[in-house]
Protein backbone atom coordinates (compact mmCIF):
# COMPACT_ATOMS: atom_id res chain seq x y z
CA UNK A 1 0.00 0.00 0.00
CA UNK A 2 1.20 3.53 -0.88
CA UNK A 3 -0.24 6.65 0.66
CA UNK A 4 1.08 9.69 2.39
CA UNK A 5 1.21 9.70 6.26
CA UNK A 6 2.70 6.07 6.86
CA UNK A 7 5.33 5.38 8.47
CA UNK A 8 7.05 1.81 7.53
CA UNK A 9 8.78 -1.17 9.06
CA UNK A 10 10.60 -3.64 6.74
CA UNK A 11 11.67 -6.91 8.45
CA UNK A 12 13.72 -9.69 7.09
CA UNK A 13 11.51 -12.62 7.33
CA UNK A 14 13.46 -15.49 9.91
CA UNK A 15 14.94 -18.76 8.33
CA UNK A 16 11.78 -20.16 9.53
CA UNK A 17 9.36 -18.97 7.67
CA UNK A 18 11.35 -17.67 4.73
CA UNK A 19 10.84 -20.81 2.54
CA UNK A 20 6.86 -19.30 2.95
CA UNK A 21 7.44 -15.40 3.34
CA UNK A 22 8.87 -13.50 0.31
CA UNK A 23 8.34 -9.86 2.12
CA UNK A 24 7.01 -8.78 5.56
CA UNK A 25 6.60 -5.24 6.62
CA UNK A 26 4.03 -3.08 8.90
CA UNK A 27 2.43 0.20 8.00
CA UNK A 28 1.40 2.81 10.87
CA UNK A 29 -1.17 5.51 9.40
CA UNK A 30 -0.52 8.90 11.67
CA UNK A 31 -3.62 10.65 9.37
CA UNK A 32 -6.74 9.69 7.37
CA UNK A 33 -5.32 9.30 4.10
CA UNK A 34 -6.00 8.13 0.55
CA UNK A 35 -3.90 4.90 -0.42
CA UNK A 36 -3.10 2.70 -3.51
CA UNK A 37 -2.07 -0.73 -3.38
CA UNK A 38 -0.33 -2.14 -6.22
CA UNK A 39 -1.66 -6.06 -7.37
CA UNK A 40 0.06 -8.72 -7.24
CA UNK A 41 0.05 -12.85 -8.12
CA UNK A 42 1.32 -12.98 -4.39
CA UNK A 43 -1.01 -14.16 -1.70
CA UNK A 44 -0.56 -11.98 1.58
CA UNK A 45 -1.81 -12.44 4.90
CA UNK A 46 -2.96 -9.40 6.50
CA UNK A 47 -3.96 -8.43 10.08
CA UNK A 48 -5.31 -4.99 11.21
CA UNK A 49 -4.94 -3.51 14.07
CA UNK A 50 -7.02 0.22 14.78
CA UNK A 51 -10.40 1.57 14.21
CA UNK A 52 -10.79 -0.13 10.83
CA UNK A 53 -10.81 -3.42 11.80
CA UNK A 54 -13.66 -5.19 13.91
CA UNK A 55 -13.13 -5.33 17.39
CA UNK A 56 -9.84 -3.46 16.74
CA UNK A 57 -8.46 -6.13 15.42
CA UNK A 58 -8.87 -8.19 12.45
CA UNK A 59 -7.41 -10.67 10.06
CA UNK A 60 -7.44 -11.58 6.31
CA UNK A 61 -5.94 -13.89 3.14
CA UNK A 62 -5.74 -11.30 -0.07
CA UNK A 63 -5.49 -13.59 -3.33
CA UNK A 64 -4.12 -12.78 -6.39
CA UNK A 65 -5.44 -9.24 -7.91
CA UNK A 66 -4.87 -8.26 -11.06
CA UNK A 67 -5.93 -4.95 -10.76
CA UNK A 68 -4.80 -1.23 -8.22
CA UNK A 69 -7.20 -1.42 -5.30
CA UNK A 70 -7.57 2.01 -3.38
CA UNK A 71 -8.99 3.03 -0.23
CA UNK A 72 -8.68 5.35 2.38
CA UNK A 73 -6.85 4.29 5.44
CA UNK A 74 -7.62 5.52 9.04
CA UNK A 75 -5.54 7.53 11.21
CA UNK A 76 -4.11 5.28 14.22
CA UNK A 77 -4.27 2.29 11.71
CA UNK A 78 -1.50 -0.42 12.00
CA UNK A 79 -1.34 -2.86 9.22
CA UNK A 80 0.85 -6.39 9.52
CA UNK A 81 1.87 -7.13 5.71
CA UNK A 82 2.83 -10.55 4.83
CA UNK A 83 3.44 -11.36 1.33
CA UNK A 84 3.85 -14.72 0.83
CA UNK A 85 6.53 -17.12 -2.56
CA UNK A 86 3.86 -18.59 -5.21
CA UNK A 87 3.23 -21.53 -4.12
CA UNK A 88 2.63 -22.22 -0.86
CA UNK A 89 -0.78 -21.06 -0.48
CA UNK A 90 -1.69 -24.34 0.25
CA UNK A 91 0.55 -24.47 3.10
CA UNK A 92 -0.28 -21.27 4.79
CA UNK A 93 -4.03 -20.67 4.03
CA UNK A 94 -5.07 -24.62 3.38
CA UNK A 95 -7.01 -23.46 0.03
CA UNK A 96 -5.73 -23.46 -3.55
CA UNK A 97 -5.10 -20.19 -4.84
CA UNK A 98 -8.21 -20.03 -7.01
CA UNK A 99 -10.31 -19.74 -4.27
CA UNK A 100 -9.16 -16.52 -3.04
CA UNK A 101 -8.19 -14.87 -6.09
CA UNK A 102 -9.84 -11.14 -6.46
CA UNK A 103 -10.74 -11.82 -3.18
CA UNK A 104 -10.28 -10.57 0.22
CA UNK A 105 -11.26 -13.44 2.76
CA UNK A 106 -11.74 -13.27 6.95
CA UNK A 107 -8.86 -15.22 7.92
CA UNK A 108 -11.36 -17.83 10.57
CA UNK A 109 -12.69 -18.74 7.24
CA UNK A 110 -9.49 -20.84 6.13
CA UNK A 111 -7.83 -21.41 9.69
CA UNK A 112 -11.11 -22.09 11.79
CA UNK A 113 -12.26 -19.82 14.58
CA UNK A 114 -10.18 -21.19 17.19
CA UNK A 115 -7.11 -21.16 15.92
CA UNK A 116 -7.75 -17.17 14.84
CA UNK A 117 -9.34 -16.62 18.00
CA UNK A 118 -6.24 -18.10 19.54
CA UNK A 119 -4.07 -15.98 17.30
CA UNK A 120 -6.29 -12.45 18.20
CA UNK A 121 -5.36 -13.08 22.15
CA UNK A 122 -1.80 -13.13 21.78
CA UNK A 123 -1.58 -10.28 18.95
CA UNK A 124 -3.80 -7.75 21.50
CA UNK A 125 -0.97 -8.63 24.37
CA UNK A 126 1.96 -7.73 22.00
CA UNK A 127 3.30 -4.49 23.10
CA UNK A 128 6.10 -4.13 20.33
CA UNK A 129 5.98 -4.37 16.49
CA UNK A 130 8.50 -7.05 16.57
CA UNK A 131 6.71 -8.95 19.13
CA UNK A 132 3.60 -9.01 16.42
CA UNK A 133 5.66 -10.04 13.68
CA UNK A 134 7.28 -13.00 15.82
CA UNK A 135 4.36 -14.40 17.07
CA UNK A 136 2.96 -14.36 13.26
CA UNK A 137 6.12 -15.79 12.23
CA UNK A 138 5.76 -18.73 14.86
CA UNK A 139 2.12 -19.50 13.31
CA UNK A 140 3.17 -19.56 9.77
CA UNK A 141 6.10 -21.41 10.48
CA UNK A 142 3.62 -24.23 12.19
CA UNK A 143 1.60 -24.82 9.48
CA UNK A 144 4.55 -25.16 6.98
CA UNK A 145 5.37 -28.89 5.75
CA UNK A 146 8.89 -30.46 6.62
CA UNK A 147 9.67 -30.59 3.04
CA UNK A 148 9.86 -27.49 0.70
CA UNK A 149 9.03 -29.72 -2.55
CA UNK A 150 6.00 -28.59 -3.97
CA UNK A 151 3.25 -30.97 -5.38
CA UNK A 152 3.63 -31.69 -9.02
CA UNK A 153 0.80 -29.32 -10.14
CA UNK A 154 2.16 -26.91 -8.35
CA UNK A 155 5.50 -27.11 -9.44
CA UNK A 156 4.87 -26.78 -12.96
CA UNK A 157 2.80 -23.54 -12.82
CA UNK A 158 6.25 -22.20 -10.97
CA UNK A 159 7.96 -24.00 -13.41
CA UNK A 160 6.00 -21.89 -16.26
CA UNK A 161 5.61 -18.60 -14.09
CA UNK A 162 9.93 -18.35 -14.35
CA UNK A 163 9.20 -18.31 -18.30
CA UNK A 164 6.07 -16.36 -18.95
CA UNK A 165 7.72 -12.96 -18.35
CA UNK A 166 10.04 -13.53 -21.72
CA UNK A 167 7.85 -16.03 -23.45
CA UNK A 168 4.72 -17.17 -24.79
CA UNK A 169 2.51 -19.33 -23.04
CA UNK A 170 1.94 -21.74 -25.80
CA UNK A 171 6.19 -21.80 -25.97
CA UNK A 172 5.79 -22.36 -22.24
CA UNK A 173 3.57 -25.25 -22.42
CA UNK A 174 5.69 -26.73 -25.22
CA UNK A 175 9.02 -26.34 -23.33
CA UNK A 176 7.07 -27.90 -20.40
CA UNK A 177 5.48 -31.25 -22.28
CA UNK A 178 1.99 -30.39 -21.62
CA UNK A 179 -0.85 -28.96 -23.77
CA UNK A 180 -1.64 -25.18 -23.14
CA UNK A 181 -5.42 -26.32 -21.93
CA UNK A 182 -3.74 -28.43 -18.82
CA UNK A 183 -1.26 -25.41 -18.38
CA UNK A 184 -4.12 -23.17 -18.54
CA UNK A 185 -5.97 -24.86 -15.77
CA UNK A 186 -3.31 -25.73 -13.54
CA UNK A 187 -1.76 -22.27 -13.46
CA UNK A 188 -4.89 -20.89 -12.75
CA UNK A 189 -5.25 -22.82 -9.58
CA UNK A 190 -2.08 -22.86 -8.42
CA UNK A 191 -1.78 -19.26 -9.08
CA UNK A 192 -5.38 -17.64 -8.87
CA UNK A 193 -5.14 -16.25 -12.46
CA UNK A 194 -4.43 -17.54 -15.87
CA UNK A 195 -0.78 -17.37 -17.64
CA UNK A 196 -1.85 -14.59 -19.87
CA UNK A 197 -2.92 -12.26 -16.90
CA UNK A 198 0.16 -13.59 -14.98
CA UNK A 199 2.47 -12.71 -18.21
CA UNK A 200 0.50 -9.08 -18.33
CA UNK A 201 1.07 -8.29 -14.72
CA UNK A 202 4.88 -9.21 -14.58
CA UNK A 203 5.46 -7.02 -17.81
CA UNK A 204 3.83 -4.42 -15.78
CA UNK A 205 5.99 -4.91 -12.62
CA UNK A 206 8.94 -4.85 -14.88
CA UNK A 207 7.75 -1.53 -16.51
CA UNK A 208 6.93 0.28 -13.24
CA UNK A 209 10.26 -1.06 -11.44
CA UNK A 210 12.18 0.90 -14.81
CA UNK A 211 10.22 3.85 -14.34
CA UNK A 212 10.74 4.50 -10.79
CA UNK A 213 14.53 3.87 -11.14
CA UNK A 214 15.42 7.35 -13.25
CA UNK A 215 14.19 10.62 -12.43
CA UNK A 216 13.66 11.54 -16.62
CA UNK A 217 11.51 8.40 -17.78
CA UNK A 218 11.25 7.72 -21.72
CA UNK A 219 8.12 5.91 -21.65
CA UNK A 220 8.83 4.61 -25.34
CA UNK A 221 12.07 2.82 -24.20
CA UNK A 222 10.56 0.85 -21.38
CA UNK A 223 7.77 -0.49 -23.46
CA UNK A 224 10.48 -1.73 -25.83
CA UNK A 225 12.28 -2.95 -23.11
CA UNK A 226 9.74 -4.48 -20.86
CA UNK A 227 8.05 -6.48 -23.41
CA UNK A 228 5.38 -4.21 -25.07
CA UNK A 229 4.56 -3.71 -28.80
CA UNK A 230 4.79 -0.24 -28.48
CA UNK A 231 3.93 2.49 -25.65
CA UNK A 232 0.58 2.87 -26.80
CA UNK A 233 0.72 -1.34 -25.75
CA UNK A 234 2.08 -0.24 -22.43
CA UNK A 235 -0.03 2.85 -21.85
CA UNK A 236 -3.39 0.64 -22.38
CA UNK A 237 -2.17 -1.75 -20.03
CA UNK A 238 -1.91 0.64 -17.51
CA UNK A 239 -4.84 1.57 -17.87
CA UNK A 240 -6.50 -1.55 -17.24
CA UNK A 241 -4.40 -2.59 -14.57
CA UNK A 242 -4.38 0.88 -12.52
CA UNK A 243 -6.56 2.36 -14.29
CA UNK A 244 -4.71 5.82 -15.19
CA UNK A 245 -1.76 6.31 -17.63
CA UNK A 246 1.96 5.33 -16.70
CA UNK A 247 2.73 8.14 -16.07
CA UNK A 248 -0.03 9.42 -13.56
CA UNK A 249 0.13 6.64 -11.90
CA UNK A 250 3.72 7.25 -11.46
CA UNK A 251 2.83 10.83 -10.15
CA UNK A 252 0.50 9.26 -7.87
CA UNK A 253 3.38 6.58 -6.34
CA UNK A 254 5.58 9.32 -5.99
CA UNK A 255 3.50 11.80 -4.52
CA UNK A 256 2.81 9.17 -1.62
CA UNK A 257 6.64 8.09 -1.32
CA UNK A 258 7.88 11.63 -0.43
CA UNK A 259 5.61 11.78 2.53
CA UNK A 260 6.17 8.07 3.40
CA UNK A 261 8.94 7.20 6.10
CA UNK A 262 10.31 3.81 6.29
CA UNK A 263 13.20 2.15 7.25
CA UNK A 264 14.79 -1.65 6.92
CA UNK A 265 14.62 -4.01 10.01
CA UNK A 266 15.95 -7.37 11.00
CA UNK A 267 13.94 -10.11 12.08
CA UNK A 268 14.36 -9.55 15.78
CA UNK A 269 16.17 -5.93 15.45
CA UNK A 270 14.53 -1.99 16.51
CA UNK A 271 17.37 -0.28 14.83
Not at 111 to 124: I, K, M, N, P, S
Not at 211 to 231: E, K, M, P
Not at 266 to 271: P, V, W
Amino acid sequence: MYASGLHQHRFAPSAAVAPAVAALWVNECGFDTAGVSIPRAEPHLVVRFGPSARRGLDFHAIGARQRAHRKVIRSGQRTVMVRLHLGTHGAVFGVPSSVIADRIVPLEDLWGVAATRELGERLFEARQVPEVVAILEEVIARRLPASEAHEAPTQLALDAAARLGTARVNDVAKALGVSERTLRRVFREAVGMSPKEFSQLTRFHRALREARAGLHVDWAGIASATGYYDQAHLIAEFRKIVGVTPRAFLGELRGAASSTTGRERGARSET
